[in-house]
């Protein structure tokens, strides 16, 4: 088992929610204030606070709050993570095939 599967298991935990993956989606664009991210959902605010606290928590976003105002924004390299532990569970053979691939780019690019 990887070294980091804690923080893996926290982050597939938190998007497992198809409204954290919404806020997620969201926040790839550009930060945003809490009551811009509950306008496109039928939920109380409390609710969306949860679920930010869900993503909060397992390091997906951070927030800032100004006044009255929470500005919620998406961690930087927060989703990295995933991306290491998807590229270790590629095969043997995706990898042979990526090899392959890159091989008979580099041969195709002399010839020509």
Known sequence: MPKYHDELDAV?????DPTRRAVVERLAKSPA??????????MALPSLLQHLQVLEN???VTSEKHGRVRTVS????????????????RTPAEHD???LGIHLARTTTKET
């Open 74 to 89: 998406l961690r930087p390299g927060a989703l990295d993570i995933l991306h290491l532990w998807l590229g270790e569970q």
């Open 58 to 60: 397992a390091g997906v």
């Open 97 to 99: 095939a990526d090899r």
């Open 33 to 42: 204030v809490v009551s811009e991210l509950a306008a496109p959902f039928s």
């Open 12 to 16: 597939l935990r938190a998007l497992a």
